[in-house]
């Protein structure tokens, strides 16, 4: 695909704000009818990006196109054409549910009698019809995200922004919103999204990209950076108090990379409980052993650590 039919395109592109490089000259393109990824830490640059092709942002340096268009020469334009999913809620409190949707809509410039409709059509889709009249403040906080995607839709986006969409939100209330998130690219809207929640990325994204430090580390699909940093199965290995501080040299040659935590030891081999056995055989003797399949929580920590950022 030719990089103007692509929803957007990045060469380069840098934020700075003072002396800081919030993204610091960074590749990427987004084909048409993806859900792409943006993972990472708090202070990756995850939300500066996001900024930057919602056409609310002037980029520093770099090229920028989103649907072919410069954002900071055609950001109106742009702008009628997204739909955007903000970290934060902004919904006005004080409306119902159908009249926030109703007050979104005239923004766009659409006629009353389409955005009632289209407003109707998104409450179902998004399981909020029963509460239609109910002002938002008593919405729950799953509730108040399905009402923000289904704010984002009123003007039939191409494209849709969603800025850590489900933070803060329960099991089921997360299960339901990508649902709905599905169910919008099956429907062929291209999505683009920010998280730091690794099941969420697997789920949901076709390609993305692993951002630390204002620059992308690595890209491709959750299967891939799987298959390219880490290894088909983990054994987690929990040892008594002290034990693992002895272990020097104990373990070298059971798996292909071996990782002492303060509270476990993991082993990343092929076969898992091969590597389980050869602990054993060894005459070490772990309290717990645990074999799982590899996640792309494993290749997250490999590329950005295990420290906290604040």
């Known amino acids: 695909m030719s990089e103007t039919a692509r929803p ?24 048409a009818g993806e859900t792409f990824g943006f993972l990472g830490p708090n202070g990756a640059g995850k939300s500066s990006t996001m900024r930057m092709i919602g056409a609310v942002s002037p980029r520093s340096d770099g090229e920028l196109t989103v649907f072919g268009l410069d954002p900071e020469r055609a950001g109106p334009a742009i702008r009628q054409r997204l739909g955007v999913v903000p970290q934060d809620d902004n919904l006005d409190q004080e409306l119902s549910v159908f009249e926030n949707l109703l007050v979104y809509g005239k923004y766009f410039g659409l006629p009353s009698k389409h955005v009632r409709k289209r407003a109707d059509e998104l409450l179902e889709f998004v399981q909020l019809t029963d509460r239609r009249n109910a002002r938002v ?21 191409d494209l849709m922004l969603l800025d ?16 709905r998130l599905y169910r919008l690219k099956q429907q062929g809207v291209t999505l683009v999204l920010t998280t730091h929640y690794m099941d969420e ?6 390609r993305l990209v692993v951002m630390d430090k204002a620059r992308i580390v690595a ?10 940093y880490s290894t088909r199965e983990v054994t987690e290995l929990r040892f008594a108090p002290g034990i ?46 645990l074999v ?19």
């Open 8 to 31: 957007v395109v990045a060469r380069g592109l840098v934020k700075r704000f003072g002396e800081t490089a919030a993204v610091a000259g960074i590749d990427f393109a987004v084909e």
């Open 137 to 157: 403040e008593h919405l729950s906080g799953g509730m108040k995200r399905r009402l923000t995607i289904a704010r984002a839709l009123i003007n039939d986006p």
């Open 164 to 179: 850590e969409p489900t933070t803060g939100l329960d099991p089921q209330a997360r299960h339901a919103l990508w649902d």
């Open 201 to 206: 990325a697997e789920q949901l994204c076709d």
């Open 219 to 228: 890209e491709g699909s959750p299967r891939e950076l799987i298959e390219r």
């Open 244 to 289: 693992v501080e002895t272990l020097d040299g104990q373990l070298d040659g059971i798996a292909q990379r071996v990782e002492r935590l303060t509270d476990r030891v993991l082993l990343y081999a092929d076969d898992g409980e091969a590597a389980a056995v050869a602990v054993h055989q060894r005459g070490l003797k772990p309290e717990t052993v």
């Open 292 to 310: 799982r399949r590899s996640s792309l929580e494993d290749v997250f920590l490999r590329l950005t650590g295990r420290s906290l950022i604040d």
